[in-house]
């Protein structure tokens, strides 16, 4: 009964105040409400998506819960300390060694295929299902050797760059990106096989774009105009009355169509790639080392144009 007057309640706010939001912009406090709308009392945790077998019942410990966590902290839900209770004292954080790295986490320099394991059921009242208990984790014996071939695994990288200090590895790796970038979305190895592109890694993208920025970069300057692009296809993917973000789209007749189902994953990137403080954050400690390794450099030149002044002024002292 909760559920269905939640989410009466979400369709009455579109309909009120919708329309004047505009096209291009999104509603946080949807937003919100759709991740509060996955949460699984009984688990502690939201489940993966509405209608989409076998998403609708399951719960991922990561990437989901992991990502939604900090998404309910940034726009101000209750439910985020609960989620990140849960992760902490059940899950050992539920870091995966991926997507660790949006929060500022070293990742390895190899990238892995993933597994599924079960780890249990919980039944839920709420939704009157049962649940199963996932995590994503790599798979260290199946590394993925082509990874430039994938946006995702390129924002990865680059971010693990940006942290290491290495902005310029990490321009290098945006531009990479961009290559990619077809006019409609990341015409990747994914989308080549799958015929659909993927909005999260759109938000990837809008995520490295603003750590680069943040890091003094001034390529993010030049593509401006494909951040708004992006930012504007994420809009489009909100759903109007439910507020969540939707998964996939098509281009058909040189028209972008939406399509997936709305689910926590995608919906928590979006969140945290453009109103979190994360990317500010990892672009700042990309140029604070950068500063410091940059100093550092200037006082051994300094030092060692000391020395040689020094030589030479007892070479012709000795002369």
């Not at 409400?33 to 998506?49: D, I, M, N, T």
């Not at 597994?115 to 249990?120: A, D, V």
């Not at 990490?170 to 990747?188: H, I, P, R, S, T």
Request: glycine content about 6%.
């Amino acid at each position: 009964m909760r559920t269905l007057l939640l989410l009466f309640m979400l369709v009455v706010y579109n309909l009120a105040f919708l329309p004047a939001l505009g096209n291009n912009v999104l509603d946080e406090f949807m937003l919100k409400c759709f991740l509060e709308s996955q949460y699984v009392p009984e688990a502690g945790l939201l489940r993966a998506a509405v209608t989409a077998y076998p998403d609708n019942e399951t719960i991922y410990v990561a990437n989901d819960n992991v990502l939604a966590a900090r998404a309910l902290e940034v726009l101000g839900s209750p439910l985020a300390e609960e989620v990140l209770a849960t992760l902490n004292n059940k899950y050992n954080g539920g870091w995966n060694g991926k997507i660790d790295v949006l929060f500022g986490r070293d990742i390895q320099d190899q990238f892995y295929s993933s597994y599924i394991e079960t780890l249990g059921y919980t039944y839920s009242s709420k939704f009157n299902t049962t649940f199963v208990i996932a995590f994503e984790k790599l798979n260290t014996s199946s590394p993925i050797i082509n990874w430039r071939d994938y946006a995702d695994l390129i924002v990865y990288k680059a971010l693990d760059k940006l942290l290491s200090g290495s902005r310029l590895e990490a321009e290098q790796l945006f531009l990479k990106l961009v290559e990619l970038w077809n006019g409609y979305g990341f015409y990747d190895r994914q989308a080549r096989e799958k015929g659909v592109y993927a909005v999260y890694k759109i938000a990837l993208a809008v995520f490295l774009y603003r750590a680069l920025k943040s890091s003094g970069s001034n390529i993010p300057n030049q593509y401006r105009d494909l951040y708004d692009k992006w930012v504007e296809i994420i809009a489009m993917a909100q759903d109007p009355v439910y507020g969540g973000i939707h998964t996939d789209y098509v281009v058909e007749k040189d028209a972008i169509k939406i399509t997936g189902d709305m689910n926590v994953e995608t919906t928590s990137m979006v969140v945290l790639a453009l109103y979190s403080d994360y990317p500010r954050l990892i672009g700042e400690h990309a140029r604070d080392l950068c500063v410091r390794d940059c100093s550092s450099y200037l006082f051994s030149l300094l030092l060692i144009l000391l020395f040689l002044g020094l030589l030479a002024s007892r070479v012709l002292e000795s002369k």
